[in-house]
């Protein structure tokens, strides 16, 4: 199963130069991983509903920057501007804790 999630998050990534998509337009690639509810069903990939926002936010930046490796989400946040996972923040409190 996580095989086949990262395969789709790479056939994701393919179709559009990252740099070129909003935060909106990566969102159904997040959920695909992290479950749109916030409830990760893979292992290995944190459910994120109950964290709080400014770390998310924080930790968004930091695999951008690569001061924290994982290449899948290097990959993703590559490109974000700085105010992208702030935005972000509308949706992290629309996504119930479990």
Not at 17 to 42: I, N, V, Y
Not at 49 to 64: D, N
Not at 81 to 88: E, F, R, V
């Amino acid at each position: 199963m996580r095989n086949l999630a990262i395969g789709a998050l790479v056939a994701g990534l393919a179709a559009l130069p990252l740099g070129a998509q909003s935060l909106d337009e990566r969102l159904p690639t997040c959920f695909a991983c992290h479950g749109d509810k916030g409830t990760s069903q893979l292992p290995d990939t944190p459910s994120l509903g109950a964290q709080p926002a400014f770390y998310t936010t924080v930790q968004l930046l930091m695999f951008r920057d690569r001061l924290r490796v994982s290449e899948p989400m290097n990959e993703m946040t590559k490109g974000l501007s700085d105010a992208g996972p702030a935005k972000g923040r509308r949706y992290h409190f629309k996504v119930a804790a479990a």
